[in-house]
């Protein structure tokens, strides 16, 4: 159970729960280990220079924050101990390293301090000045000059700053053993279930530890943290601080005289030997408090303005014209009646005068509307992928072509190369996880299917490449639209850097615009009768789109 110790104590207070006495040294509660006889006290000693500052420890991980455990009970107060007789005051021992910084563990009971280190001793003052002589009595009369003060001692230089703690938490100590079976390690030791410390998963505590101190319940209450990280332990020489590891506790069986704590391994530095001794330093999790009561509802919000209507969607198909009744059977045929006399043609009568128009009947109600066709599949420039065994990619029949792609068009390219993964990445050569351009491409790196390309307008030059297979790659050559102007040329910003205005022309209609890519030596393209460049002076770079003057050009 969680020890109570007495709030607001003063320095050397003494503190004892069961068979452990600690006393307070103004920061922490220090366990007492032996009671010298008091005597008198010794003459002060020389105040030793102060330690230099030791390296700054690995910050622990930080635990999740979890949810403020229930208060504990107050144990009871134990009995007040026979007040010994004063023993001598001890040599003071050597200032102890500072732990490292802890984890931050979860919040919940609160476990007990860690030790802190001795304060170092403080540096020796430096030795006063010394004052100056004082000047012989002049003769009586009148008053001589005051005479010069002594220069002042320079200080003494200031001590340096003791070591910094280490890991905070309560601390014990073992002896390590090398053995890795996973059963009770005996008396005073511990033991891991690898010899290698990064590698371990158990961690096997005996219950008494080098002090001859059962600790049994101090480990059983870690155990009981309902937090899922119970806590962590560091484990550390004992004449070495730098040489430890770090591990998270995960859960703990106890085995009656041992416990079995399986931990993940998070940090540490060095190795440790057979029977060397170790400081076990634990941190607890607190326990997970009950979830808080649900808040109130909040008032409901403004009602957002009306969204723009939307566009009417295509007309359904006409339904199916329903299937024709059956015709009704025809009632029989009476009996002919005999044949009347024929009488007079009577004569003729006026036309009577036309009756007024009918009413409009009323508008049949309107039919129900058909459902709404299927989406057409998107459209784009489709590329066909193949492969020619596991030497290069077979683009459109061609093998490891250079493509040229378009910023802003949306690119189909549909792979069949099983095993061959294609890949566009943004270095050439062999396939790099590390520069796989990803912006505007779904389902990279398919082997068998189909990949979308929507070239962003800021795509950069770009590569294919095999996952697999270094000779199956190529380049990818990213351009942008150039349009005429209203001359009906290409304006020289838009120009590529091997496409140049011949010199000493003015722009006027009729002027040549070089295209040196189309392999001709100096060749030139000529502004036809409709002031568009003829499709046979036009580079197997540069495209045509469709009905309209522009031309698609890798800038």
């Given at each position: 159970m969680p020890i109570d110790f007495p709030n607001r104590p003063s320095v050397n207070d003494q503190f004892t729960s069961g068979s452990t006495t600690w006393r307070w040294n103004g920061t922490v509660w220090k366990v007492v280990r032996d009671f010298a006889p008091t005597g008198a006290t010794g003459a002060n000693g020389n105040t030793g220079a102060v330690g230099n500052t030791g390296a700054t420890g690995l910050t622990g991980l930080t635990g999740n924050t979890g949810l403020t455990g229930n208060t504990g009970a107050v144990g009871e107060t134990g009995a007040n101990g026979n007040t010994g007789a004063t023993g001598l005051t001890g040599v003071n021992g050597a200032t102890g390293a500072n732990g490292n910084t802890g984890a931050t563990g979860l919040t919940g009971v609160t476990g007990a301090n860690g030790l802190t280190g001795l304060t170092g001793n403080t540096g020796l003052t430096g030795n006063t000045g010394a004052q100056g002589e004082t000047g012989a009595n002049g003769n009586t009369g009148a008053t001589g000059l005051t005479g010069v003060n002594g220069a002042t001692g320079a200080n003494g230089n200031t001590g340096a700053t003791g070591a910094q703690g280490s890991f905070g938490g309560l601390s014990v100590e073992y002896v390590y053993s090398s053995t890795t079976t996973q059963a009770d390690p005996g008396s005073t030791f511990i033991r891991f279930d690898s010899a290698t410390l990064s590698s371990a998963t158990h961690l096997l505590i005996d219950d008494e530890n080098s002090a001859a101190t059962d600790i049994h319940l101090f480990l059983q209450s870690i155990d009981d943290s309902t937090s899922t990280i119970k806590g962590h332990v560091k484990v550390s020489k004992t004449s070495n601080s730098e040489i430890f590891a770090l591990y998270a506790i995960n859960s703990m069986?106890?085995?009656?005289?041992?416990?079995?704590?399986?931990?993940?391994?998070?940090?540490?530095?060095?190795?440790?030997?057979?029977?060397?001794?170790?400081?076990?330093?634990?941190?607890?999790?607190?326990?997970?408090?009950?979830?808080?009561?649900?808040?109130?509802?909040?008032?409901?919000?403004?009602?957002?303005?009306?969204?723009?209507?939307?566009?009417?969607?295509?007309?359904?198909?006409?339904?199916?014209?329903?299937?024709?009744?059956?015709?009704?059977?025809?009632?029989?045929?009476?009996?002919?009646?005999?044949?009347?006399?024929?009488?007079?043609?009577?004569?003729?009568?006026?036309?009577?005068?036309?009756?007024?128009?009918?009413?409009?009947?009323?508008?049949?109600?309107?039919?129900?509307?058909?459902?709404?066709?299927?989406?057409?599949?998107?459209?784009?420039?489709?590329?066909?992928?193949?492969?020619?065994?596991?030497?290069?990619?077979?683009?459109?029949?061609?093998?490891?072509?250079?493509?040229?792609?378009?910023?802003?068009?949306?690119?189909?390219?549909?792979?069949?190369?099983?095993?061959?993964?294609?890949?566009?990445?943004?270095?050439?050569?062999?396939?790099?996880?590390?520069?796989?351009?990803?912006?505007?491409?779904?389902?990279?790196?398919?082997?068998?299917?189909?990949?979308?390309?929507?070239?962003?307008?800021?795509?950069?030059?770009?590569?294919?490449?095999?996952?697999?297979?270094?000779?199956?790659?190529?380049?990818?050559?990213?351009?942008?639209?150039?349009?005429?102007?209203?001359?009906?040329?290409?304006?020289?910003?838009?120009?590529?850097?091997?496409?140049?205005?011949?010199?000493?022309?003015?722009?006027?209609?009729?002027?040549?615009?070089?295209?040196?890519?189309?392999?001709a030596a100096s060749g030139v393209a000529e502004l036809d009768i409709n002031v568009t460049v003829p499709d046979a002076q036009i580079s197997s770079a540069i495209a045509r789109e469709d009905a309209a003057f522009y031309y698609s050009m890798i800038l």
């Open positions: 069986t106890d085995n009656a005289t041992y416990f079995d704590v399986s931990v993940s391994y998070l940090t540490g530095s060095g190795s440790l030997t057979n029977n060397d001794n170790v400081v076990l330093t634990f941190a607890r999790t607190g326990d997970v408090g009950a979830a808080g009561a649900t808040g109130a509802t909040g008032a409901n919000g403004n009602t957002g303005a009306q969204g723009e209507t939307g566009a009417n969607g295509n007309t359904g198909a006409t339904g199916l014209t329903g299937l024709t009744g059956n015709t009704g059977a025809v009632g029989e045929t009476g009996a002919n009646g005999n044949t009347g006399a024929t009488g007079l043609t009577g004569v003729n009568g006026a036309t009577g005068a036309n009756g007024n128009t009918g009413a409009t009947g009323l508008t049949g109600a309107t039919g129900a509307q058909g459902e709404t066709g299927l989406t057409g599949v998107s459209g784009g420039i489709t590329l066909t992928v193949t492969n020619s065994g596991s030497g290069a990619y077979l683009i459109d029949g061609v093998s490891n072509p250079t493509l040229f792609f378009i910023r802003g068009h949306r690119y189909v390219i549909n792979v069949n190369a099983s095993g061959h993964p294609f890949w566009i990445q943004t270095v050439s050569g062999a396939y790099s996880s590390g520069n796989v351009y990803s912006t505007g491409v779904t389902n990279g790196g398919a082997d068998v299917g189909t990949i979308i390309f929507e070239v962003p307008y800021n795509a950069p030059q770009l590569y294919y490449a095999c996952q697999y297979h270094s000779s199956m790659a190529g380049s990818i050559t990213v351009g942008g639209l150039a349009t005429l102007d209203q001359n009906g040329f290409v304006p020289d910003a838009q120009l590529a850097s091997n496409i140049v205005r011949e010199s000493g022309l003015t722009g006027a209609l009729g002027d040549y615009i070089p295209v040196t890519q189309k392999g």
